[in-house]
């Protein structure tokens, strides 16, 4: 039986286990966190995710778990509503879900067919052209016929693979955590020259809060970026060690793979949240390597360079996309904002409401 080990129990690295497992290989996923990472903010699945997602068999669960559609409420600084978006934008094939919940959905796909190491990371990578042999942190090995690096944007495989310097970072930060409270079955959104704010709150587990803004000098805190916002104040206040925080950067590699290393997921091509499809690519990622894997038998190299010719179109339109798009989440100045709202309101008319889910569904394909 042919083995792989994957590095990152992230979207993308559950979602190889899964796809390899069902095809046959053993897999065995390291993750440097000592537990499951289930937690997360609200995340799309349209286009190639969701067909992704099909394939993989995850539908009926990750339905199950979907949020549904929700009205949006865009307000004002002073907390005063601009105008509310109503539900109903979204297609057909399309879930808005929380990362944790995909997490969860792909752990119970895999949880029996994968061997789990928590707490354990690789040091040092060797080749052969039969195989890759990996140093862990706790000092054993594992040998396998493909390592498939799924790490993360901060990827430790592709710095031992390719080495520093494929990360563009953006003059923007981010922070995404759960949020508790009464439940209000909307969303609110605010966006102001350099910040947007937005919160959903559906209930227990069903709740994430979302602040994105531009910071070109030291690191600023939450509080002090948003800290005026009193519809956010309870919000910030519950912001717990375990945000999720960090700068916006894309991953830029001339290739994504080195022998019989791979990399997937944000590891090899981070999207960036602006573009809204990094979760969906790490499906497609997986579901398309394993398709490769089958048709090349064990001319893995081959697999890896068909792989990638495939892929690589789609990550190069999302990236750029993404960066075409930063203006929208975080509007550099008062005119943006008045652009924006006026886009926005839009949404509210019937005519341009279906023009624009058609130019949606047209560029999500
Ligand atoms: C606020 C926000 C909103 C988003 N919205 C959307 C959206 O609407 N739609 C969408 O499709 N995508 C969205 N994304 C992007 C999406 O969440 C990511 O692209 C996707 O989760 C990437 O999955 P991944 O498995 O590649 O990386 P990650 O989810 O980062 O997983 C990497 C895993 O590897 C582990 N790890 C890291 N380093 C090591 C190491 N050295 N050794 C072992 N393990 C390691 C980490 O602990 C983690 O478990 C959003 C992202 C953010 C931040």
């Known amino acids: 039986m042919k083995r792989a080990i994957i590095v990152g129990a992230g979207i993308a690295g559950l979602a190889t286990a899964l796809r390899l497992g069902r095809d046959g290989w053993r897999t065995t996923v390291l993750e440097r966190a000592p537990g499951r990472r289930s937690s997360g903010y609200l995340i799309n699945l349209n286009g190639p995710g969701y067909d992704a997602a099909e394939r993989l068999g995850l539908l009926p669960a990750l339905a199950a778990r ?3 559609d929700f009205t949006t409420t865009l307000i004002r600084a002073d907390g005063r509503p601009k105008f509310t ?10 879930l808005a879900l929380f990362r944790g919940d995909l997490e969860t959905v792909l752990h119970e796909a895999v949880r029996e067919s994968a061997r789990f190491r928590f707490a354990t990371t690789i040091t040092t990578i060797e080749q052969t052209p039969t195989g890759v042999r990996v140093k862990l942190s706790d000092g054993t090995t594992e040998e396998a016929e493909l390592l498939v690096g799924a790490d993360g944007v901060h990827s430790a495989t592709r710095a031992a693979l390719f080495g520093d310097g494929f990360e563009v ?7 995404a955590f759960p949020i508790t409270g009464p439940a209000e079955s909307a969303a609110t959104t605010f966006i102001g020259p350099g910040r947007t704010a937005a919160k959903l709150n559906l ?7 979302f602040f994105t803004w531009r910071s070109e000098g030291p690191e600023a805190s ?3 970026v948003f800290g005026d916002l009193e519809a956010f104040g309870a919000t910030i206040d519950g912001m717990g060690p375990d945000a999720y925080l960090d700068r916006v950067s894309q991953v830029v590699l001339p290739r994504w793979s080195d022998g019989r290393a791979v990399l997937l997921g944000d590891a090899a091509w981070c999207v960036t949240l602006f573009a809204g499809h990094g979760a969906g690519l790490a499906l497609a990622g997986a579901d398309r390597l394993g398709e490769a894997l089958s048709r090349h038998g064990d001319d893995v190299p081959a697999a890896l360079a068909a792989w990638e010719a495939g892929l690589r179109p789609a990550v190069t339109k999302r990236q ?3 960066r075409r798009g930063m203006r929208q989440y975080v509007p550099p100045n008062r005119f943006h904002v008045w652009m924006n709202d006026l886009m926005i309101r839009a949404l509210t008319v019937p005519a341009a409401r279906a023009l624009i889910r058609r130019g949606l569904e047209r560029q999500n394909r």
Request: net charge positive.
């Open 85 to 94: 978006v109503p539900p109903g934008l979204v297609g057909d094939r399309f």
């Open 66 to 68: 979907a949020l549904g």
């Open 169 to 175: 970072e953006f003059p923007y930060r981010v922070a």
């Open 320 to 322: 750029a996309l993404a």
């Open 222 to 224: 939450v509080r002090s």
């Open 203 to 209: 209930g227990p587990d069903r709740s994430s809060a």
